[in-house]
């Protein structure tokens, strides 16, 4: 099913939707929100994915972070621990 | 024989009791507007030019003359043809967003005209009507034979027949600030918000930047319009002195609710024409600098003046004034075949003039255009579709403008549920603003959600054709199509500092 988000990657001067499936990963979420931006900002290799504050497990998929069409998501470079 | 003075009052403010009506029939407090107040409050309205109808005639005689002459001068399309293409666009972008625009003023004014509680205030509404009518048919006179050298031109009168997505932004605005405001809020939001705060001035800064950039004709309509727009914009502060007395706090509201409203039009009309599209050697101010020196200090001044306070979210205001109109730019830039404009790519003297004039925020911003220019430099000229986005971008529930709030590295949209449904603003204030009249707003379906109803197609190219109303002739392209001598230096030659 497919559930819209509202993506926001660091770096980029514009929210984008990203049209991601339930059974995507939070993983492919970042790269095709990076993969959209690409024009504007460089992707990078490792990104970290947030919904509301809270950092979400890229092996996830959509349906099971709980995200629901239209949430915002915002998606960031990974920070080194 | 009469002086002036001795007969001027019976000509424009003339007032009477009722006798078989009731005052409140006359002028129904959903026409007329908020708070509903006897005549004698309203009595002393007054504005400062106390014109007469026959005045008005001969003055707007003379100054209509006056752009004729300057038309038959330097506005023929050879004229046009000379400028730079920059400034060109800056043309294309205010000639669609003006001329209809200032015709949904006509009824604003119209509906004061009938409707306002004093006589005076009807009579310069009258007058501002007839100003709104000119204003809206110079723009579509001067640019119309343009069309035949330039189809870009057309959007002159065709932007606001559109479903384009700043037309979307732009009617969403104009429908209720000029169409649908009563005459009391009509008053605040568009003469003394909008006129007095933006566009009187703005008018001075454009005639200015026009007669930089050798363009005598857009110098000449400006200049011309901005005389009318400084009569009728008195209406504003005029009611304003009024509502404050009575309902401090009613005021309050409307300063705050549409301050924010038109600066995000404005900033986006203003600051591209302002910080990209007028050439660089034209440049005399930085759309920040020109806000602060004639924006900020009189709004200010004037605020106090009716003892308002600055609206609540003014340090998001300044916040806004570094780097808004950067962030929509860039973002449309990279979207540019969605409008009926080109843009220009800003090279390496541009963007050390823009690191100059916005020390705090361009640093965000300069990674953005370093990306662009490495793909154009990696394309070569004339591959528009390497520096051009695909994905649907999104758009304010409230001011309908893509969501470009904030700074790149904290993008500001808040998001909403409300009975059930799912809003998102490019800001607090845009929330707020939905918050404080939802009736009014949510039903108005945003691109993003017209495209997900299936209203409107997903497909850019069937957006952008099917339901934006372009072509590939009349679609934005870089004004160079990315064939820029600086491009052609390797990279990092004239890297900006």
């Known amino acids: 099913m497919l559930i819209p988000l509202y993506g926001f990657l660091r770096g980029d001067t514009i929210g984008l939707v990203i049209l991601a499936q339930d059974t995507d990963t939070i993983r492919e979420v970042g790269a095709k929100l990076q993969e959209a931006a690409s024009v504007r900002v460089a992707p990078v290799s490792a990104v970290d994915v947030r919904y509301r504050g809270r950092l979400l497990d890229p092996e996830r998929t959509v349906a099971e972070s709980g995200l629901e069409a239209l949430e915002r998501v915002d998606v960031s470079p990974r920070e080194a621990t | 024989m009469l002086k002036r003075e001795e007969w001027l009052d019976l000509a424009r403010k003339l007032d009477w009791n009722y006798s078989y009506v009731e005052a409140k029939d006359v002028f129904p ?58 400034w060109v666009n800056a043309l294309k972008l205010h000639s669609a967003t003006l001329p209809l625009a200032e015709f949904a003023a006509v009824i604003g004014n119209l509906r004061a005209a009938r409707f306002g509680r004093d006589s005076a205030w009807r009579t310069t509404a009258n007058f501002g009507a007839l100003d709104e009518l000119r204003h809206t048919q110079i723009p579509l006179l001067l640019m119309h034979d343009l069309v035949r050298w330039d189809p870009q031109f057309d959007w ?33 939001a568009t003469n003394f918000v909008f006129e007095t705060g933006f566009t009187n001035l703005q008018f001075v800064g454009l005639s200015s930047l026009a007669r930089g950039a050798g363009d005598r004709m857009f110098e000449k309509m400006v200049g011309s319009i901005q005389t009318d727009e400084a009569r009728h914009s008195q209406i504003g502060p005029a009611v304003l002195k009024i509502l404050v007395q009575k309902d401090p ?27 990209y599209l007028t050439p660089l050697k034209h440049r005399t101010q930085s759309f920040k600098e020109f806000m602060e020196e004639w924006v900020l200090d009189q709004f200010q001044k004037t605020l106090l003046e009716y003892g308002l306070r600055k609206p609540w979210y003014w340090n998001q205001f300044l916040e806004a004034l570094e780097v808004y109109h950067h962030m929509v730019y860039a973002s449309a830039y990279t979207y540019r075949a969605t409008v009926w404009f080109d843009f220009a790519l800003p090279g390496p003297e541009e963007r050390a003039w823009l690191r100059e004039k916005y020390p705090r925020s361009w640093p965000q911003l300069d990674p953005v255009w370093e990306r ?22 999104t758009f304010c529930d409230l001011c309908q403008l893509v ?25 607090e204030p845009c929330r707020w603003i939905f918050e404080q009249e939802p009736a009014r707003y949510a039903s108005h379906k945003d691109l993003v959600k017209r495209i997900l109803a299936g209203e409107a197609p997903a497909n850019l190219i069937d957006l952008v054709t099917r339901y934006f109303s372009l072509t590939q002739g009349t679609w934005g392209k870089d004004v160079a199509g990315g064939a820029y001598a600086w491009l052609r230096e390797p990279s990092g030659a004239r890297a900006a500092p």
């Open chain 2, 156 to 188: 002159t009168h065709r932007f606001f027949h559109t479903n384009n997505w700043v037309a979307i932004a732009g009617r969403h605005l104009i429908d209720e600030l000029l169409l649908g405001a009563n005459p009391i809020e009509f008053a605040v």
């Open chain 2, 29 to 86: 407090e959903t026409l007329s507007g908020t708070p509903w107040l006897p005549h004698s409050d309203w009595k002393a309205w007054d504005e400062p030019y106390r014109t007469s109808f026959a005045e008005y005639a001969h003055n707007q005689h003379a100054k209509e003359l006056s752009v004729q002459s300057v038309r038959e001068a330097v506005g023929r399309i050879e004229d046009f043809q000379a400028l730079d293409p920059s």
């Open chain 2, 372 to 393: 662009v220019t490495e793909r154009w430099r990696k394309s070569g000229p004339g591959v528009e579709w390497y520096t051009h986005g695909a994905t649907p971008v």
């Open chain 2, 403 to 427: 969501l470009c709030g904030g700074t790149p590295e904290r993008n500001t949209a808040q998001t909403l549920v409300r009975e059930g449904k799912k809003y998102i603003f490019c800001s």
């Open chain 2, 249 to 275: 706090a009613y005021a309050q509201f409307l300063l705050d609710k549409w301050f924010w409203r038109t600066w995000l039009f404005f900033a986006v009309v203003t600051g591209f024409a302002m910080d």
